[in-house]
């Protein structure tokens, strides 16, 4: 079992910077790969970026790319997300999400096995 909690979201100008932090619990953090999803307001939940277990491996969907940077720090069982250059578009529900049985699509939810509750991350034009 694995419980994730999400924390950082908030309202931010366009152009502005958050970053978004993911406690993990439960199974040891650094033997499962994690990820960041977010749910824009009427829309399907879509992957936004993934990180191995040692987190040297990093991917990211092209939208996001040069301006978000996922991160792990497996002694505080702690993903991050450092969102820059935010645009209206980014605005959505931020997810993070745990890939504790590998074998599935990274690239879709389906893919990973616990999540968190989520956290608004709204920016304004």
């Known amino acids: 079992q694995v419980q994730l909690v999400e924390s950082g979201g908030g309202l931010v100008q366009a152009g502005g910077s958050l970053r978004l932090s993911c406690a993990a619990s439960?199974?040891?953090?650094?033997?499962?790969?994690m990820g960041w999803f977010r749910q824009p307001p009427g829309k399907e939940r879509e992957f936004v970026a993934r990180?191995?277990?040692?987190?040297?491996?990093?991917y990211y969907t092209d939208s996001v790319k040069g301006r978000f940077t996922i991160s792990r720090d497996n002694a505080k069982n702690t993903v991050y997300l450092q969102m820059n250059s935010l645009m209206p578009e980014d605005t959505a529900v931020y997810y993070c999400a745990a890939d504790t049985k590998p074998g599935g699509n990274p690239l879709y939810a389906h893919g990973y096995d616990y999540w968190g509750q989520g956290t608004q991350v709204t920016v304004s034009s």
């Open positions: 439960g199974r040891t953090f650094s033997s499962y790969a």
């Open positions: 990180i191995s277990r040692s987190g040297g491996n990093t």
